[in-house]
């Protein structure tokens, strides 16, 4: 039996689908939920109110992971190789504020690794990196039908034509790290 050091992190890469499958992916992940952070509007926003770009919330997922076995740092970077962290509000063909590309930081130490690896990975990019780093306030979990997308809705065209590459991209950078 081992000990865990179970920690969050709360990160949002465009559509929160596509997020939840890669981090489902990894070792040492114990649990992904899809939600909204974020947000200007007071109370739990919907899935619509999202959609409408007016409250100000993200989609993000929130990860509960062992970093015993994976830390925060290598989470950073699957997050930042498998979204494009240098288009502003949009992930290909979604479009909003809703789609930013987000690290959401639980505590100090937290920012100051997102800083650190937004430095580190910069350079890999031809563009400059527009992921915006901020305190977690509040995080409202989505509702049920957004959990697992993925793993419930492989054969719907949005999963087969976007999120499939994606995984498809995770398996190719980071094979090691993978369940």
Same mark, same amino acid.
């Given at each position: =039996? ?7 992190? &709360?990160?949002?890469? $465009?559509?929160?689908?596509? &997020? ?18 974020? $947000? ?39 997050? =930042? ?10 992930? $290909? ?87």
């Amino acid at each position: =039996m081992t000990n865990k050091n179970l920690q969050i992190a &709360t990160l949002g890469g $465009g559509c929160f689908w596509c &997020t939840e499958a890669v981090f489902q992916e990894l070792k040492g992940v114990e649990k992904v939920v899809s939600g909204y952070a974020g $947000g200007s509007v007071p109370g739990r926003p919907t899935y619509r109110e999202i959609c409408s770009g007016l409250t100000g919330h993200a989609e993000v997922v929130q990860i509960t992971f062992d970093a015993n076995t994976i830390s925060y740092k290598e989470l950073l970077f699957v997050f =930042m190789t498998t979204h494009n962290p240098t288009t502003l509000n949009r992930q $290909g063909a979604d479009v909003g504020t809703q789609y930013r590309s987000v690290i959401f930081y639980h505590n100090k130490a937290q920012k100051e690794i997102a800083e650190s690896v937004i430095k580190d990975v910069s350079a890999s990019y031809e563009d400059p990196i527009v992921t915006e780093i901020s305190p977690l306030e509040v995080f409202y979990e989505a509702e049920k039908e957004h959990q697992n997308y993925y793993r419930n809705n492989k054969k719907q065209g949005y999963c087969s034509f976007v999120i499939t590459p994606k995984l498809a991209k995770l398996r190719a950078l980071h094979a090691n790290k993978l369940k």
